[in-house]
């Protein structure tokens, strides 16, 4: 998988949220994407770095306080 059919993959599920809406606006729709993107990203990036947290931070490019925080917030363990 290539950066591309990442981007795809959101479109395709964009196109499908405003299909669903059938007619009502959309609203926030930044942070559900964030949402539903985030956690899992963090997650499995924990888990394929071993549950090392400043490996994970260097693969996802991100500070390790950075993540530790989202650790917090998303209720990671």
Partial sequence: MNKCDLANSVKLSLD???KDLDG??????YEMVLGCIEK???EYTLQYA???QSKAAEILGIN??????????????
């Fill in 24 to 29: 009502e606006p959309p609203h926030a729709i």
């Fill in 40 to 42: 899992p990203l963090l």
């Fill in 16 to 18: 499908q949220y405003f």
């Fill in 64 to 77: 390790r306080n950075t993540l530790r925080k989202k650790i917090q917030q998303y209720n990671i363990e």
């Fill in 50 to 52: 071993g549950g090392n």
